[in-house]
C-alpha cells in the first residue's frame, strides 16, 4: 500500500504523460495546406482514412471549415470543405478528428426538414433525439437479402396495376424535367402505404424545396416523413451527403423493422455533385466527363435499400434524369443496371396532361411476377398488349384508315382506350387503394371472346367490364 502522498506523484506523472501524448498525437494527426485550388484543398498530411472529417483550421486554431478527406497520394491529402472557405492560407492547419460525418436518426426526425448533417431548415428547434449513425455504410450484402414477396402499395393506379413496386425494390423514375417527377414523388409520399417516408432533395433550387414541402407534401404528408435537403448553390460535398444522410435515417427505421420509402429526388444530381468532388481532385474525366468513381459510388448509395434479414425494408425510389431519348447518358445507364425496375415520364404525355404521365409500355418493375396474383399479372399483360396494339395502329386509325371489324385485337384495344386511359389517369390528390387497383385492372384486362384469343368464360365479366369502364370516361 503505497502513503496517499505517492499517489498523488505517480497521478501527476500519468497526467503530464497523458497531455504530452495527446500534444503528440494533435501534431502527427494535424497537416499543413500546401495548395487550394477550386474546390480541393491540398495538404501534408495528416494520416487519416478517406471519409473521414477533419477541421481546416488557421495557424492559430480557429476553424474556418469541416472538410471530408477524398483521396490522398502518398503523403499528400485531399480534402473538401463541406462549406466553402474564405480566407484560407498556405500553412494552415488540416487537424483530423478521428470521426466520421454523422447525422441524427430516430423519430425525433419525423415532421422535419433538415440539411445534409441533419440540422434544421424549418426553424422549429433541435432534432430530439439522442442517437446518432455515421452517413457512410456498407451496401446490404446480395446473398443475404431475402426475396422481395410483398407489394409496396403505392396508391397510384398506374404503377400498383401495371409496374406494381416491392417493398425493398430498388427502382428509378425516368425523366425529363417539367414532366411531374415531383408531382409524381408528392403523391407516393402522401399514399405509400409504408411507416415512414424518408425524401432527399438533391441539387434543387430553393423554391422547388419550399413549393415540394408545402404543397406536394402538405401538413398530411409531412407527419411520418423526414425531408433532407442540399441545394444546388450548396458544395457538392453536402449534396453528396444529403444521399447518404436520408439513405442513413432510413435504414435506422429499417433496422427497427418498419418499412420505409426512400425518395431520392434526383440520383443525377448526386452523379453530378460527385463528378464536381472526382475533377477537383485530380480524377480523369471517363465517361461524359463523369470520373471512374462516380459509377463506383452510385452502386454503393443504391444497393443500401433493400430488405434486410430480421428487420425491416427500404424501398429506394430514385428520379433519373433523361432528356429525349438520350440512351448515352451515362448515369442513367449506370442506374438501370443496379435498379431492378424503372418508371418512364413520358413528355409525349404530359403535353396531353395525361397526369401521372407513365409510359407503362417502357416501364417494368422486375419484381411484379412475385408479388401480384396471377389474375393481376394476366390482366397487366392483357392491358399492356392493348395499350401497344393502339399505339402501333394510332396513325392509321387518327387518318381514319382504319375500318373497325377488319381486326378483332384492334377492335378490342379501340373500345377498351377510354376505359384504360381513365384507369392510368389519376388525380394525384386521391389515393387508389390498392386492392381497389387490382379488382379494376382485372375487369380492364378480361378480353371479350370474339375472334381474340382467350376464352368464352370470360364474355358475361368483359362485357360489364367495358360497361363500366366506358361510363367513367
Ligand atoms: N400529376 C400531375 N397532375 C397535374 N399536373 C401535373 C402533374 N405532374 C406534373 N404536372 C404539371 O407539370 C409541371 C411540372 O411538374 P413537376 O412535377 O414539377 O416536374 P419535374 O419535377 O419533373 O420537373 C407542374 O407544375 C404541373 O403543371
Ligand atoms: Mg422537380
Redesign the pocket.
Known sequence: MSPPADRDVVGDAAREAKRRLERAALTRRAGRVVRAVGLAVESRGPRVAVGEECRLETATGRLLSLAEVVGFEGNTIYTMPVDPVRGLKLGDRVVATGRHPRIPVGDGLLGRVLDADGQPLDGAGPVSTDTRWVIHAEPLPALSRPMITEPMKSGIRAIDGLITLGRGQRIGIF?G????????LG?LARHAGDDIIVIALVGERNREVREFVESELGPQGRRRSVVFVATSDESPLRRVRCALAATTAAEHFRERGLSVALLMDSVTRVAMALREIGLATGEPPSSKGYPPSVFAFLPRLLERAGRKEGSGSVTGIYTVFVEGDDLTDPVADASRAILDGHIVLAREL?EKAH???IDVLASNSRVMPKIVSADQYRAAEQVRRMIAVHRENRDLVSIGAYRRGSDPELDEALERQPAINAFLRQ??TQAAPFEQTEARLIELGTVRAEGVEGTEDTRGTAGAAGAHGNAEV
Open positions: 425523366a424535367s417539367g414532366v411531374g417527377k415531383s408531382r409524381l403523391g404530359a397526369y401521372p404521365a388525380d394525384l
